[in-house]
Nanobody
Framework: QLQASGGGLVQAGGSLRLSCTAS????????VAWFRQTPGKERNFVAA????????DYADSVKGRFTMSRDSAGNTAYLQMNNLKPEDTAVYYC?????????????????WGQGTLVTVSS
């Protein structure tokens, strides 16, 4: 079971780091993604890493501000968010896929965590 954590309230320009774990087990051959969602809106792609090469892919809206990584043991995926903006406010979800993918579509990701709320004040 996936668990996302690290959300909170931060001022614009601030930083947060989100973490995603899989019940303490290594992700192994699973690609990992972050999506975000605001009330009444669809869930949107933020970033993802393929299990096969660990090269992240980012949505244009976060490129240059967010960095996704995985720890060397493969137990935790991170989303470092810098220079946060009010429009980054959302519930952030992590997801995994057994495919080697950085798909921007939610249907490509099989397992989902419960989400963590990020609120950026102006």
């Amino acid at each position: 079971q996936l668990q996302a954590s690290g959300g909170g309230l931060v001022q614009a320009g601030g930083s947060l780091r989100l973490s995603c774990t899989a019940s303490g087990r290594p992700f192994g051959r699973n690609s990992v993604a972050w999506f975000r969602q605001t009330p009444g809106k669809e869930r949107n792609f933020v970033a993802a890493i393929r299990w096969s090469n660990s090269i992240p892919d980012y949505a244009d809206s976060v490129k240059g501000r967010f960095t996704m990584s995985r720890d060397s043991a493969g137990n935790t995926a991170y989303l470092q968010m810098n220079n946060l903006k009010p429009e980054d406010t959302a519930v952030y979800y992590c997801a995994t896929s057994t495919m080697s993918t950085t798909s921007r579509y939610t249907y490509a990701w099989r397992s989902w965590g419960q989400g963590t709320l990020v609120t950026v004040s102006s």
